[in-house]
């Protein structure tokens, strides 16, 4: 049987270990994001110049991996990838699709 002290014990340390998987996803999303946005940028000024591009499939995997808003603000700014389908269906719904996600753990974190 456990004692009532150590217990509450190992739930703060539950508690702080959710905080710190918190922070460690957040500033996860926060950067793969900001690739996201400033990769579209670097093809975008690439395909202007007409030097060689940064792959298609490195683009979506930047997506898929968590930077689906990051490519789509980007996207949509410099107004690149804008005519092709994939992307344009593409990117939003894979940003909405994360963003549920994030919101649905959030609500599951903080015990809603």
């Not at 217990?7 to 500033?27: E, G, M, Y």
């Not at 946005?37 to 490195?58: G, L, Q, S, V």
């Amino acid at each position: 049987m456990v004692d009532e002290g150590t217990r509450i014990r190992v739930q703060d340390h539950l508690r702080c270990l959710k905080l710190d998987i918190t922070i460690i996803a957040v500033l996860y999303l926060v950067v793969i994001n900001l690739v996201g946005y400033f990769i579209m940028y670097a093809d975008k000024k690439r395909a202007i110049r007409h030097e060689y591009r940064i792959p298609e499939k490195n683009l979506w995997l930047i997506a898929i991996i968590g930077g689906a808003v990051g490519t789509t603000l980007g996207m949509n700014r410099f107004r690149h990838k804008t005519k092709h389908l994939s992307f344009k269906l593409g990117f939003p719904f894979l940003a909405f699709i994360q963003v549920a996600a994030i919101v649905y753990t959030a609500g599951y974190l903080v015990g809603l």
